[in-house]
C-alpha cells in the first residue's frame, strides 16, 4: 500500500501546491475532529502520534511529511480504494476540512 501511496504522490505531486486550506484554522480545527471519530481507529491522527492502531495504516504525520504532498495527492488518495482500507465515504466539506488538517500537520 505504501508503494501505491508512493507512487500516487510522485504522479500528482507536482500538480498541485499546499493548500490556503492549511493555514485556515477552522477547517483544520473540523478536519482534526472528523479525523479524531472517522479515522483514528486505524491511523495515528494527531501531530507528533507516529504509530498508528493498525501498523500497516500510516500516521497522519508520516503523510504530511511525504515530499512532493499536496492538496490534490490526498484528494486522489482518499477517493482510490485500498486493500486494507474499508470504504471511507466522505462528503466534499469533510474531505476538504481532512486534507486541510493533514496538509498543517507539515509545518509542525
Known amino acids: 500500500m505504501v508503494n501505491r501511496f ?5 504522479l500528482l505531486g507536482p ?5 490556503a486550506l492549511a493555514q485556515d484554522p477552522v477547517p483544520v480545527q473540523r ?22 492502531p493498525v501498523a500497516a495504516a500510516a500516521s497522519f504525520t508520516r503523510v504530511a511529511a511525504t515530499p512532493g504532498m499536496t492538496e490534490l495527492a490526498l484528494q486522489a488518495m482518499l477517493q482510490t480504494s485500498h ?6 465515504i466522505l ?5 476538504r ?12
Open 6 to 10: 508512493a507512487a500516487m504522490v510522485l
Open 15 to 19: 500538480l498541485g501546491s499546499a493548500s
Open 31 to 52: 478536519g482534526r475532529a472528523v479525523a479524531e471519530s472517522r479515522c483514528a481507529a486505524c491511523h495515528a491522527v494527531r501531530a507528533g502520534e507516529t504509530t498508528s
Open 83 to 88: 486493500r486494507t482500507m474499508p470504504n471511507l
Open 91 to 95: 462528503d466534499a466539506d469533510e474531505m
Open 97 to 108: 476540512d481532512v486534507i486541510a488538517y493533514i496538509l498543517s500537520l507539515a509545518k509542525r
